[in-house]
């Protein structure tokens, strides 16, 4: 999801020249708020997870806490899990591995536009809503590369500060989190002596447990773009929920958006 400045009212034809696998959002600050959470929790998140039980790692932005957000995400069965203020440079699966590089992506994708073009005087009559469009379209191939050529580094990522091993203890020696060393959780149902009964997850769901992140919304956020064949790995489902804010509204001196 992309969030541009605006009510997204009088955009006419603009939205059909959008890429059709990039969503887009509008409000007057550019900026995620309480009502465009909760719109993308309803309309994108929940269709996704059809329910499955689903963890939730997300910062402490105002917006992913409210009263109506924790609801519905209870509703859901949803989990959410806030990393500690501070702490996104060392937990954040986003941060650790994934922001620097899909940006970078993103960075040559947009120049590659620019460049096709036949001079800077062209460039120059471009419309701020040309601009918009070409952002979709350059933020849609670069996630669609990044998540089809870097897999595996995704997987890593979430593992690396433990989001997605096994609770046993079976796979600590992969923790990998900086400034820590020969980190050990174990068990933790076993080291407590605790097991919930009320739990209703079953053999079945839990082979299909999916992990969600959720990076530092400022002044974009991302879905699930669905890759062009229908097939989609919700390891992916990391939405690039900012990844894009730094390209998108501070870009080369060149594309900034008037």
């Known amino acids: 999801m992309i969030i541009f400045h605006g009510t997204g009212r009088r955009l006419g034809r603009e939205k059909e020249r959008y890429d ?20 993308y929790i309803t309309n994108y998140l929940l269709p996704v997870l ?15 806490k409210t009263p109506a957000v924790l609801e519905l995400l ?12 501070g702490c996104t440079s060392l937990v954040q699966p986003l941060d650790i591995s994934v922001n620097k590089p899909l940006k970078e992506r993103i ?3 947009t120049d590659e536009q ?5 001079s800077a005087e062209e460039f120059e009559k471009w419309t701020v809503d040309d601009r918009r469009v070409m952002t979709t379209h350059c933020i849609g191939k670069a996630f669609y590369q990044f998540h089809t050529d870097k897999a595996d580094l995704i997987r890593t990522s979430f593992r ?23 980190l050990e959780i174990g068990n933790w149902q076993e080291d407590l002596g605790m097991h919930d009964n ?11 447990l999916e992990l969600v992140s959720i990076c530092n919304m400022y002044t974009c956020s991302g879905n699930c773009i669905q890759e062009q064949s229908t097939e989609f790995p919700m390891f992916i489902l990391i939405t690039l929920l900012t990844l894009i804010s730094l390209i998108v509204l501070q870009p080369r001196s060149y594309i900034k958006a008037r």
């Open 20 to 39: 059709s696998h990039v969503l887009v959002e509008y409000n007057p600050t550019a900026y995620m708020n309480d009502t465009l959470f909760e719109r």
């Open 50 to 64: 059809g329910g499955l039980p689903t963890l939730f790692a997300m910062d402490l932005m105002g917006s992913h």
């Open 74 to 85: 209870s509703q859901h069965r949803i989990i959410p899990s806030f990393i500690p203020a």
């Open 107 to 109: 960075r040559d994708l």
């Open 114 to 118: 620019i460049f096709q073009l036949v």
């Open 160 to 182: 690396k500060v433990g989001l997605s091993l096994p609770i046993d203890g079976s796979s600590d020696q992969e923790f990998d989190i900086q400034g820590f060393t020969r």
């Open 198 to 208: 009320r739990a209703d997850v079953t053999d079945e769901e839990d082979q299909e």
